[in-house]
């Protein structure tokens, strides 16, 4: 039997139908980061909000808790980076039932350890022990980032047209999305075996990617972060209309970790490359002219494919 992300548990398809509903409310928002103008300056704010999702279910199984710290700053900052946005500060929200100060100590050092990778200052955040509310030895994390961006010097992806190159900058593993999807795969003795690869923290490319946004300006006509929704849903949040994302899948090595789940989770070719990143944790989309250029700048990285004239979205080949 066919396993996928929606019988583990999670409807992309109800998340994205939320954000449709309250984009009616809130037009401005969908993109990776809210940008928040700096009246009388020529700056923006750009904030961003997440968590580490069931990725923590694997911490507790095994009792390692001091590298989902770097998970949670990472999936903030690499999102603010993709507004060609630089971190500033971060805060974070812990939550649990009895608090276990080894553990918490632990996962504060994470973030510690996530906010210098991506030169941001934790600055501050919230404690919170609610009994009863949690498992005894499991909690919950959010982090709060936000960063700046000169005005007509963001990313946002309307640039982007017909030609333009797509670069990948290889993951450091499934980062923080699609547990549901592994765990429902992965027996227990499984998740156990694998969890090494499977509690790598998430990549944080803050700092090379800044540093090609410095370099080649303009040249870069949009980032995403490849978290949930992964290449269908996170590429084509930035996509104008008539561009088409064309994935050649075969571009680069996928890691073992995920053919293991695919195949004995019998997953289908869609779901896997619309919840796991397969290897590829950030996309740039590039001029032609200076893409080769840019894909050296990042090492590891490879033209996984192209945009073509036609209807939006992604289509993987």
Known sequence: MAITYKKSGVNIEAGNE?????KKRLPKIGGFGGLFPINGTKYNLVSSTDGVGTKLKIAFLVNKHDTVGQDLVAMNV???ICCGAKPLFFLDYFACGKLNVNHTENVIKGIADGCKISGCQLIGGETAEMPGF???GEYDLAGFSVGIVEKGKEITGKEIKAGDIIIGLPSSGPHSNGYSLIRKVFSEKELKKYSKELLAPTKIYVKEVLSAINK???NITGIAHITGGSFYDKI???LPENAKVIIEKNSWNVPEIFKLVQKKGNVPE???YRTLNMGIGMVLIVKPQTAKKIQQHFKGSKVIGYIKKDKKGVEII
Do not use: A, E, S, T
Request: no cysteine.
């Open 18 to 22: 939320l954000v449709k509903r309250i």
């Open 270 to 272: 869609k779901d896997i």
């Open 134 to 136: 949690y498992k005894d």
């Open 236 to 238: 084509g949040r930035i």
């Open 78 to 80: 690499n999102d603010i």
């Open 216 to 218: 080649f300006g303009k």
